[in-house]
């Protein structure tokens, strides 16, 4: 809407009438002025430094929040009809290069959040790409400039050297198919593949896949544009507002450094993604920030982190996985995942003991040789990532009381740091194997937190050695309850997230019912520590078996599996051939 704005002669004219009416006062002519110097395009801002996630599909909303996460204020805003993918595909890269944030029009209900924004950011022109509706905001004083089609006539609206760029290739066999940084086709993609079976979407030549977002192969595209290169793609409507006043001259945006945006990739992010790279933001395109090896890599030294989209997780999660991704730390077989597509082939012992078990046969260089032997024969048994592990017991269950009275020793933590550590230079993973006594889990493992802040070293907890305040080792089979199992679990949780690393395994052994007391009630629900019932049986095969079963009922949801393989104790012992036949195939195998 427009509104009439009084001209300056007019109030010319009023001041004299007054100074008439009080008889006689002689005025100077009005002062005339050069017109006002040239300000910023717009200005920017840093957002706070603890990762913030926008988690959202609604195009619109997508773009004004990154507005206002990045901009402060802004001479020129871009402009793009928020039901038209290709013009605001093209209306973000034409914000990229001139420094600009980009808003959407025609949201249902939007047109006061969106003028407000345009109050906030002081913005005295808009450049408009495509059948930008101004009905819903008061455009009074704002100059009108549609982008021209052709990229020089656009540069020289802008004052800006331009380059034309393709949109993505809509005549390939699947014009929706896009790499993306988590090295397979993107779970948008197939949504909206799924949407043209049913009818539910639309896809032309504007690469348009659903209404009101755009293709997502121009999201990855906004991502990597290059200093001036504009999208060469047509909005689907050629009708565009009428052009009212002159863009004034203004100067180049002084961008930002030192700011991420990840992106995971839906395609209603291209407004968005275009204003974060106005800003000066680098964009990562990707959703497996802990899964995918290559996106850590591109997220190593990430400061300042902002998140876009539903599949980043909750904001805890993403907060934690986007800084733990920027150290550039990864485990043992690729990136910050414990499991997903990795099975473990650990050795089970103590350093210095060769009694129990075959970790502790040989010094530190040939322990790290013989878990990779141990290690490789599965290599041929499964397309997974085979990762050699080493299974510490750091605190010893002891038949004598000490001086505590509880019936365990704690080895020093140094003790441990040279094999932790040609572990982690071998790309091994190390768990350490508690056996508290009468001591509480959680109270040893607190005295070993110099080697938890290893990002390869995790825990295992074995019942068979707690023993209760009045029980002594072999007289009974030890126990713990699930509230004990639950506050480990909790305290690495927040191990992991205060010290940013990736995820810690959680052993927990066991080889008869009783040895994990209300085992329904494990909390498995943790991201940061996924957990594993280790069955520790031993004996005959058939002995082993029903020990398997046994320990697998009624266990709680979301745990993994662990085998043990004894290399005196079982008769026979299985070949790995015969040990990745148990089904369900353990993740975690160890030998003892």
């Given at each position: 809407m427009r509104r009439h704005v009084p001209h300056t002669a007019a109030l010319a004219g009023a001041v004299i009438a007054l100074a008439g009416c009080t008889g006689g006062m002689e005025l100077d002519p009005m002062p005339t002025s050069d017109p006002p110097p040239p300000r910023a395009i717009a200005t920017v801002e840093a957002p706070p430094e603890d990762p913030a996630l926008v988690a959202s599909q609604d195009p619109a909303e997508l773009a004004l929040r990154t507005s206002e996460t990045y901009f402060a204020s802004a001479q020129t805003v871009i402009l793009a009809p928020v039901d038209d993918p290709a013009a605001t595909a093209r209306a973000a890269s034409i914000a990229v290069a001139a420094g600009a944030p980009v808003l959407l029009t025609g949201d249902p209900g939007g047109g006061a959040a969106l003028e407000a924004e345009l109050i906030r950011l002081s913005t005295g022109s808009v450049v408009t790409v495509g059948a930008v509706s101004l009905e819903e905001f008061d455009d009074t004083g704002l100059t009108i400039a549609p982008a021209p089609q052709d990229v020089d006539e656009l540069g020289e609206l802008l004052e800006l050297d331009l380059q034309a760029l393709p949109g993505p290739d809509q005549d390939s066999e699947d014009p929706d198919e896009t790499d993306t940084a988590d090295g397979a086709e993107s779970d948008e993609d197939a949504d909206a593949d799924e949407g043209d079976e049913s009818g539910d979407g639309e896809s032309g030549d504007d690469g348009a896949t659903d209404e009101g977002a755009a293709d997502p192969g121009y999201v990855q595209m906004l991502a990597d544009l290059e200093p001036g290169q504009v999208l060469d793609v047509e909005p689907a409507d050629s009708e565009t507002p009428d052009a009212e006043g002159e863009l004034r001259q203004t100067l180049p945006t002084e961008r930002l450094s030192d700011q991420t945006l990840i992106a995971d990739g839906h395609p209603a992010q291209a407004g968005a993604v275009g204003t974060a790279r106005a800003a000066g933001a680098q964009v990562v395109v990707g959703s497996d920030l802990a899964g995918s090896p290559e996106?850590?890599?591109?997220?190593?030294?990430?400061?300042?982190?902002?998140?876009?989209?539903?599949?980043?997780?909750?904001?805890?999660?993403?907060?934690?996985?986007?800084?733990?991704?920027?150290?550039?730390?990864?485990?043992?077989?690729?990136?910050?995942?414990?499991?997903?597509?990795?099975?473990?082939?650990?050795?089970?012992?103590?350093?210095?003991?060769?009694?129990?078990?075959?970790?502790?046969?040989?010094?530190?260089?040939?322990?790290?040789?013989?878990?990779?032997?141990?290690?490789?024969?599965?290599?041929?048994?499964?397309?997974?990532?085979?990762?050699?592990?080493?299974?510490?017991?750091?605190?010893?269950?002891?038949?004598?009381?000490?001086?505590?009275?509880?019936?365990?020793?704690?080895?020093?933590?140094?003790?441990?740091?040279?094999?932790?550590?040609?572990?982690?230079?071998?790309?091994?993973?190390?768990?350490?194997?508690?056996?508290?006594?009468?001591?509480?889990?959680?109270?040893?493992?607190?005295?070993?937190?110099?080697?938890?802040?290893?990002?390869?070293?995790?825990?295992?907890?074995?019942?068979?050695?707690?023993?209760?305040?009045?029980?002594?080792?072999?007289?009974?089979?030890?126990?713990?309850?699930?509230?004990?199992?639950?506050?480990?679990?909790?305290?690495?949780?927040?191990?992991?997230?205060?010290?940013?690393?990736?995820?810690?395994?959680?052993?927990?052994?066991?080889?008869?019912?009783?040895?994990?007391?209300?085992?329904?009630?494990?909390?498995?629900?943790?991201?940061?520590?996924?957990?594993?019932?280790?069955?520790?049986?031993?004996?005959?095969?058939?002995?082993?078996?029903?020990?398997?079963?046994?320990?697998?009922?009624?266990?709680?949801?979301?745990?993994?599996?662990?085998?043990?393989?004894?290399?005196?104790?079982?008769?026979?012992?299985?070949?790995?051939?015969?040990?990745?036949?148990?089904?369900?195939?353990?993740?975690?195998?160890?030998?003892?």
């Open positions: 996106l850590i890599d591109q997220l190593e030294g990430a400061q300042n982190i902002i998140g876009l989209g539903e599949e980043l997780g909750d904001e805890d999660t993403f907060a934690w996985q986007a800084l733990t991704a920027a150290t550039g730390v990864q485990l043992p077989g690729g990136g910050q995942h414990v499991f997903g597509d990795k099975r473990y082939i650990a050795l089970y012992g103590h350093p210095r003991t060769p009694a129990m078990g075959v970790l502790g046969e040989q010094g530190t260089e040939e322990t790290i040789e013989v878990a990779e032997d141990y290690a490789e024969p599965y290599r041929d048994l499964t397309d997974e990532q085979v990762v050699p592990a080493l299974e510490i017991i750091v605190t010893v269950a002891t038949g004598a009381e000490g001086e505590e009275g509880n019936y365990t020793q704690a080895w020093p933590a140094e003790t441990f740091e040279p094999l932790i550590e040609a572990a982690q230079e071998a790309g091994q993973y190390v768990v350490l194997d508690f056996q508290p006594g009468r001591q509480h889990f959680l109270d040893q493992i607190r005295q070993y937190e110099d080697l938890l802040a290893y990002p390869h070293v995790g825990v295992a907890l074995d019942p068979e050695w707690r023993l209760g305040p009045d029980q002594q080792h072999l007289n009974q089979i030890g126990q713990v309850d699930a509230e004990e199992i639950n506050e480990v679990s909790a305290y690495l949780a927040d191990f992991v997230v205060e010290h940013n690393l990736p995820q810690k395994m959680l052993v927990l052994h066991q080889f008869q019912q009783r040895m994990i007391l209300d085992r329904e009630d494990v909390n498995t629900s943790r991201p940061q520590v996924p957990i594993l019932i280790h069955a520790d049986g031993q004996g005959s095969q058939s002995a082993k078996q029903d020990t398997w079963d046994n320990v697998r009922q009624d266990a709680p949801e979301a745990a993994r599996w662990g085998w043990k393989n004894f290399i005196d104790e079982d008769t026979p012992m299985l070949t790995p051939e015969e040990t990745y036949e148990v089904e369900p195939l353990p993740e975690f195998v160890s030998y003892q």
